[in-house]
């Protein structure tokens, strides 16, 4: 079970890191892997409501780039069966972010995941993240995508 949790973070990381280093080839590629690495997600507090929970996430751009218009989705991780986990389309828009995020600035996102989800298909005690925007201009060639899993660790 480890082993498939290894395995998808990996996958998950090698297609962000690819959708990256694609949309950005204007920006030195050499640089865009490492750079993008440091840009972290982590979740700060859950608040477990009637309705649903409720995420506090900091987002903290270490990048040395300007992060424009992004946009940040969490979402939990769909049971596949003994296959492993596998992307959820069904994905919540966090709140509170910010056009522009300058190299070194934390933003407080906030995260509303109703209770509408079976517990035997999906691991709500693991929180994916997609985040979409630009580096340092909002143009295609500086479009990119980063994704990854378990916000908990």
Not at 11 to 20: A, D, E, H, K
Not at 80 to 100: I, P, R, T, W
Request: aromatic share 8%; glycine share 8%.
């Amino acid at each position: 079970m480890r082993k498939r949790k290894i395995t998808l973070v990996l996958m998950t990381l090698i297609i962000g890191l690819s959708t990256v280093i694609i949309g950005c080839s204007n920006i030195n590629s050499n640089q865009l892997p490492e750079e993008m690495d440091k840009i972290k997600l982590e979740v700060v507090s859950k608040s477990e409501l009637p309705e649903g929970i409720n995420y506090a996430i900091k987002l903290k751009n270490g990048s040395s780039f300007t992060i424009k218009q992004n946009t940040v989705y969490i979402s939990y991780p769909v049971n596949n069966g003994s296959s492993g986990y596998m992307a959820n389309q069904a994905k919540v828009q966090a709140e509170g972010n910010k056009l522009d995020i300058r190299p070194g600035e934390e933003i407080a996102l906030s995260v509303f995941i109703p209770n509408v989800f079976d517990s035997e298909k999906v691991d709500q005690n693991r929180l994916q993240y997609e985040i979409e925007g630009y580096i340092n201009e909002v143009k295609d060639s500086n479009h990119f995508g980063q994704s990854g899993g378990d916000l908990f660790n």
